[in-house]
């Protein structure tokens, strides 16, 4: 009895994460098409254009209201998603990359290589990740490239000791301590061998690390280090709605949902990736 209690369960639970993962799926689906279809089609108006009074409430012109100069939030909020979402994948694009190569050599190779590797790493990691954001910020100037280097610098420690812990698993297996006795090049035992065994833990932190990227986009934007006007990002619109909270709550609070409901769906996709690339790291129904 007791077993099949738990194997109804953990049915139950399942199902539960396949609703949460497909919710998910559509909310981050949503975001994309709507903002492509923002772009594309100037569904809303132009993100720049004057439409109305300042500050005015939802209603039949503007769908979420103007902002101080009178500009219609809708087509800024869809300009805004389209910023912080491209900023953010791109940077967790060059993260992967960079992560993967590093981790994978740090994994096969160990030694004083992979402690050089992860110890740079753990100096990076030590910085929290807005202060380390800002540094950036410091000597890059305000702007997009110093987003896009910031989310970098904050995702590459984790994920590559992710990958390194990975890698340094599939190195110590039988198949691989074969391709070195046969003469296999280590070059070719990295890219065929342990490459496509780590590429499971690599989509896990890669999208836990583009959670993290929307967040450091977002904070830095929020500072004024970030994008910068005329253009528009979540963190920005968020910064400048700030100003208004209680005069016009809809500028801060249209960006946040959208910020946060981002974040929680990338999150459940993580979650999903994990369990089913990392089993064994899934907990215990009993």
Known sequence: MKATAVRVRRALAMRSGDGLLRGAVWVLLALVLATLLGQLTGAGG?????????????????????????????????QGIGTTLLLSTLAVACTAVISTALGVVAGYRGGRTAELIL??????????????????????GPGRTTALAAIVLVTVPLMTRMVGVAARAVARREFVTA??????????????????????????????ALSVGILVEGGLSFLGYGVQ????????????G???MVGAP??????????VAAIMAINLVGDSLRDRFEPRETRSLV
């Open 46 to 78: 132009r993100p720049d254009a004057i439409v109305g009074p300042r500050l005015q409430p939802p209603g039949s012109g503007w769908l979420l209201g103007t902002d101080n100069l009178g500009r219609s939030l809708l087509p800024r909020l869809l």
């Open 250 to 259: 809809w500028l801060i609070v249209a960006p946040g949902v959208v910020l």
């Open 179 to 208: 391709a070195r006795i046969s003469g296999v090049r280590a070059p070719t035992i990295m890219l065929r061998h342990i490459l496509p065994n780590v590429a499971g833990t690599v989509a896990v932190q890669g999208t836990y």
């Open 229 to 240: 006007l005329p253009d528009a990002s979540l963190g920005l619109l968020i910064q400048e």
């Open 242 to 244: 700030g100003l208004y």
């Open 119 to 140: 110890r740079i790493g753990d100096v990076l990691y030590s910085f929290p990740a807005i202060v380390l954001a800002v540094l950036v910020a410091a000597v890059l």
